[in-house]
């Protein structure tokens, strides 16, 4: 029985054979079959290569005493005939189709008020205690070195309003600026899990118009949680061991949804607003945030700017701070302090802003001797004028504020931080006779307003 030879022969073998067979040929032929001789050759060596590699393809005509299985129906691919537009290099441009816009601003609202420096432009300095430096918060409105007076950096509100599947975030500043179109970023933090780091980062360069637009915008993420450094908000510079904002979501339109943020103006440019979906920042039920304007530095990747800059290479708005005046590297920088949003914080939260609460109520006649003000007890008269007293801690304490009730017997103490209250008052009806019942202990959560009404032993 006749044996087959192998498929694939050692490489060598074959090309030596395929020169000894072409030798022959080219000794008795003439010059005109030199050109095809070759160009067999070429296909053969080509054929016989792939066929010997990972891919077989079998040669159409098989070799002597070989025995070839049958292959596969292959689809071909066309071939490519080059034109001219095809061998210059091609630049791509890359075009952004929004499907949807956001709607507007409706919802829940929550906002910040924020020191503004216009009132102290002239002296070229800002507020006394609204920029500490060490603790991350910045009231810097100004360029370097010069500290002329930049109106749209200095912020005077920032509002949050959640009309889920849409955040609108919408800033208030002093005055706008032609030379910030564009450039002036205008953004938010948000601290998903309140430890006082921020998780994302979502700004836009200042918009030359009212209508929504993703040019400029950006969202970004921390993903290795290193924003704020070995100590969330406090000074850690130098510190070199963070990248900040390092994941990009979003920019320009570019992104897995194209259609995530936006920025307009608002009021005819005297405000700017933000709008961007819920989902950027993972849905989250409760989250600190704050407000920042930036013209200056720009660069997500050195958040938080004190552990990224030294107070000596920040400088200072402040010239009663000699050794940092004026402003050196950190400039063109404005930021709020940090709100609770969804929950009620403890007050220790890193950066959090110091809330005011208020206590509030009206006096009245216990007829009924309750103990409590009913309402057909809340009658004026005769308890206007009335002393009310407040004591910080538990009762007894005195002496933190007070006041009086006004002609309908209402009272309301306000500007309280968060905290433990004593709450008394004094009625005095005649000459020489004192009501004096014992005061109440009262807790106020940060700005919490609560209303307490008192009552007199009829």
């Given at each position: ?14 090309l ?28 053969a ?19 002597p ?66 920029d ?52 002036t ?11 006082g ?5 979502v ?10 637009t ?7 993420k921390?993903?290795d ?12 510079a ?7 904002y ?17 920025i307009?103006?608002i ?5 700017v ?24 530095v ?32 950190l ?29 509030s ?53 306000t ?44």
């Open positions: 029985m006749a044996q087959s030879l192998p498929l694939r022969k050692p490489i060598l073998s074959f030596t054979l395929m020169l000894l067979v072409l030798g022959c040929t080219l000794t008795g032929a003439g010059t005109a079959n030199l050109a095809a001789t070759q160009t067999a050759l070429a296909h060596v080509i054929q016989y290569s792939t066929s010997a590699g990972g891919s077989p393809t079998p040669m159409s005509t098989p070799m005493g070989s025995r070839i299985a049958p292959s596969p129906t292959r689809t071909q691919t066309p071939a490519f005939t080059p034109t001219a537009s095809s061998t210059a290099t091609q630049t791509a441009t890359l075009t952004v189709v929004h499907l949807s816009t956001p709607p507007g601003e409706s919802g829940t609202t929550r906002y910040i008020i924020d020191p503004v420096a216009k009132d102290y432009a002239a002296q070229k300095r800002a507020p006394a205690g609204a500490v430096y060490a603790g991350n918060r910045y009231e810097r409105p100004f360029t370097a070195e010069t500290m002329d007076y930049l109106p749209d950096v200095d912020l005077e509100r920032v509002e949050l309003r959640i009309d889920s599947p849409w955040v609108y975030v919408t800033f208030q500043f002093v005055a706008a600026r032609p030379d910030g179109i564009g450039k970023m205008y953004g938010a933090e948000f601290d998903t899990n309140k430890d780091r921020g998780d994302y980062l700004w836009g360069a200042s918009p030359s118009d009212g209508n929504w993703a040019t400029g915008v950006e969202v970004w921390d993903s949680y290193d924003v704020g450094g070995p100590r969330p908000q406090l000074s850690d130098p510190w070199t061991g963070g990248n900040g390092d994941r990009k979501i979003f920019i320009g339109g570019q992104g897995a949804d194209p259609d995530l943020a936006w307009r103006q009021e005819d440019g005297a405000k607003q933000l709008a961007f979906k819920y989902s950027a920042i993972g849905n989250a039920p409760q989250f600190l945030w704050n407000g920042l304007a930036d013209w200056g720009r660069r997500p990747d050195w958040f938080d700017y004190n552990d990224h800059f030294t107070q000596a290479d920040a400088g200072s708005p402040l010239p009663i701070q000699s050794d940092f005046y004026p402003l050196k590297a400039w063109g920088v404005d930021n709020t302090c940090h709100d609770a949003y969804g929950f009620t914080p403890t007050g220790m939260e890193p950066g959090l802003c110091q809330y005011y609460g208020r206590i109520g009206q006096l009245c006649w216990d007829i009924n001797h309750t103990g409590t003000c009913d309402a057909t007890e809340l009658s004026p008269a005769s308890i206007a004028g009335d002393a009310i007293s407040l004591g910080q801690g538990a009762c007894p304490a005195s002496g933190f504020k007070s006041t009086v009730t006004d002609s309908q017997g209402r009272y309301s103490i500007d309280l931080p968060a905290g433990t209250y004593c709450l008394g008052f004094k009625h005095v009806p005649a000459p020489g006779f004192l009501i004096n019942p014992n005061p109440m202990t009262v807790t106020l959560a940060p700005g919490e307003a609560k209303a307490v009404n008192l009552s007199i032993p009829w």
